[in-house]
């Protein structure tokens, strides 16, 4: 348990979650709390509204808050101001400052597993940062379009417009962790870019996952030559949740038969 000793005035700051808790004044049995947070961060006196106002509000908490160990905290929190409150309108300065501290070292634990939660995020979307993609398609539209979520999802995207642009590009750059290579394409179409990629001694190890508005079976391999494998299938229209995944190595996508 933190157990902190406060005189009128100091304050104790919560970084992680941008809290600060000050004690402005303390006067017989009062004791004058000041609590400076986020705005998203909504502070009230649990006897101060209702059990149907306090359920709409924690409805519409964000997510990050909704994990089974936040919300054993938040009702850690949530009973002990209740108890602070009936103690100090009962008098019981003594109580009401164990309970304080005791609602001081929730915050406390809260605040740096909020700090642990963040610093696991940035090293997953450093990770994901880290996977460099070529997105081969002779679509404009649908090239761009698909260059620019994976963009969002934090993967650093390179763009061609056909199979011979492909192998041009691969040629005078760094190799990137995937390509997302569309089948049907005019000049040099999936299949024959994947030959030459995999008879390629520098790019023969490429991932290279199929993309394709057509009927897969129409380009299935049948396993029997290494240059006509693909790593893996996506069916138009394109799920992207599927395609992060992959890309993620979370899943190893099968034929797709949609």
Avoid at 15 to 35: F, S
Avoid at 41 to 53: H, K, M, Q
Avoid at 125 to 154: F, I, T
Avoid at 191 to 204: F, I, Q, S, W, Y
Wanted: with cysteine.
């Amino acid at each position: 348990m933190l157990v902190l000793s406060r005189r009128a005035k100091e304050k104790i700051v919560f970084p992680n979650l941008a809290i600060t808790v000050e004690l402005l004044q303390i006067r017989g049995k009062m004791v004058k709390i000041g609590i400076d947070a986020p705005k998203e961060v909504s502070i009230i006196r649990p006897d101060a509204c209702s059990e149907g106002e306090l359920e709409e509000m924690q409805r519409k908490a964000s997510p990050l808050l909704g994990s089974h160990q936040f919300r054993n905290r938040l009702n850690t929190l949530n009973l002990g101001l209740h108890l602070c409150s009936k103690q100090i309108d009962a008098g019981m300065t003594a109580e009401a400052t164990n309970t304080l501290q005791r609602l001081l070292s929730e915050l406390k634990d809260l605040d740096a597993e909020v700090g642990q939660g963040r610093a696991s995020i940035q090293r997953d979307r450093s990770s994901d940062k880290s996977r460099n993609l070529l997105v081969v398609e002779d679509d404009d539209n649908e090239r761009e379009l698909l260059a620019g979520l994976l963009r969002m999802y934090g993967f650093n995207v390179s763009v061609a417009k056909d199979g011979q642009a492909a192998l041009e590009y691969l040629a005078l750059n760094d190799l990137p962790d995937y390509v997302l290579l569309d089948l049907s394409m005019p000049r040099f179409d999936g299949p024959a870019t994947l030959r030459v990629l995999r008879n390629d001694p520098r790019m023969g190890k490429l991932k290279v996952f199929a993309v394709t508005g057509s009927d897969p079976k129409q380009f299935a391999d049948d396993g029997n030559e290494p240059e006509d494998q693909f790593d893996a299938w996506f069916r138009k229209p394109l799920d992207p949740a599927e395609i992060v995944e992959a890309v993620s190595q979370k899943i190893r996508p099968a034929l797709a038969a949609r």
